[in-house]
């Protein structure tokens, strides 16, 4: 079981921006997605980017591509979820995730690693 730990979240403004990091351990190295997911209140979880084997490819939410960017840095263990121009509905809890087998990138059951999360709140 790997052990993912995020941090990086805070409250801010619209239209401010923030950066979510991901210290990731106890994987083996080995893993097909390393993504960010986030849950509001009363809604599912849903997938806002993830990075495919080792980062050869990125995938975003249609509501965060242009306004987020996934990237890892391998000597630190760590994936990070860059984020700019916030909006209210970016509000929720951010979880990082990692699947160790193909599925689709945005669905949560792919997944079979998960952090513990971490608060993001955006005020208009």
């Known amino acids: 079981q790997a052990l993912l730990v995020e941090s990086g979240g805070d409250s801010v403004m619209a239209g401010g921006s923030m950066r979510l990091s991901c210290v990731a351990s106890g994987y083996g190295q080995s893993f097909v997605w390393m993504g960010w997911f986030r849950q509001a209140p009363g809604k599912e979880r849903e997938g806002v980017a993830a990075?495919?084997?080792?980062?050869?490819?990125?995938f975003y939410a249609d509501s965060v591509r242009d306004r987020f960017t996934i990237s890892q840095d391998n000597a630190k263990n760590t994936l990070y979820l860059q984020m700019y121009s916030l909006k209210p509905e970016d509000t929720g809890m951010y979880y990082c995730a990692l699947a160790r087998r193909a599925g689709l990138w945005s669905l949560p059951s792919t997944y079979s690693d998960w952090g513990q999360g971490t608060q993001v709140t955006v005020s208009s």
């Open positions: 990075l495919y084997t080792g980062g050869v490819a990125a």
